[in-house]
């Protein structure tokens, strides 16, 4: 959670809640799993497919409902922060949902594939959460400041409504 964050004006630690508890539950299978296990392997592809697509989800809604807002706003008060601009802007989501679809072709392949699958895999998740963590922690330290800043309570109250709607009421 930001420092000094009041919670009606809170718009990031809710949801980064949820994206936390994604990333728990998707590290313990991974940490657990028999990838030459068919159904195993089958399973954890599934969730990772629904847990990625959310995390797709959040960085949509957070593009449209917050960083455009917030961009919008520096705009118009003539203040340059390219950060704004480009916290989602790499394709590490789109990527971990490739390799998710190529693990489903592994089902049909050797128990020798499956398991160098899961090597690949194991180490993209990894990698993935490293700066996933970090980002949503850059998120709620600096981007949630500057909302503070330049939005008014009742602004950022509409924000975070919309915010929660868009991810937990749809
Ligand atoms: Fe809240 Fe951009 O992840």
Same mark, same amino acid.
């Given at each position: !959670? ?14 980064? *809640? $949820? !994206? ?8 313990? !299978?991974? *940490?657990?799993?028999?990838?030459? +296990? ?5 399973? @954890? ?29 520096? $705009?118009?008060? *003539? ?9 989602? *802007?790499?394709?590490?989501?789109? +990527? ?5 679809? +190529? /693990? ?13 699958? /899961?090597?690949? @895999? ?24 500057? @909302? ?5 309570? +009742?602004?950022? $109250? ?5 915010? @929660? ?6």
């Amino acid at each position: !959670m930001a420092p000094n964050c009041p919670e009606e004006v809170d718009v990031f630690t809710i949801p980064h *809640s $949820r !994206m936390k508890e994604l990333v728990k539950k998707y590290l313990n !299978m991974v *940490s657990e799993i028999n990838f030459a +296990d068919i159904s195993h392997l089958t399973n @954890l592809l599934e969730n990772l497919v629904n847990t990625f697509k959310e995390f797709k989800a959040h960085e949509q809604i957070e593009n449209k409902y917050i960083m455009k807002k917030l961009k919008d706003k520096l $705009r118009t008060l *003539s203040v340059r922060n390219t950060a704004v601009c480009n916290c989602h *802007s790499d394709n590490q989501l789109t +990527d971990i949902l490739e390799l998710v679809q +190529d /693990g489903y072709k592994c089902t049909q392949k050797t128990e020798v594939d499956r398991k160098n699958f /899961g090597t690949k @895999l194991r180490k993209a998740l990894e990698d993935f959460t490293e700066t996933f963590i970090p980002h949503m922690e850059e998120e709620e330290e600096v981007f949630q400041p500057m @909302l503070i800043k330049y939005f008014t309570t +009742d602004e950022l $109250r509409r924000i975070k409504f919309k915010v @929660l709607e868009k991810h937990f009421c749809q």
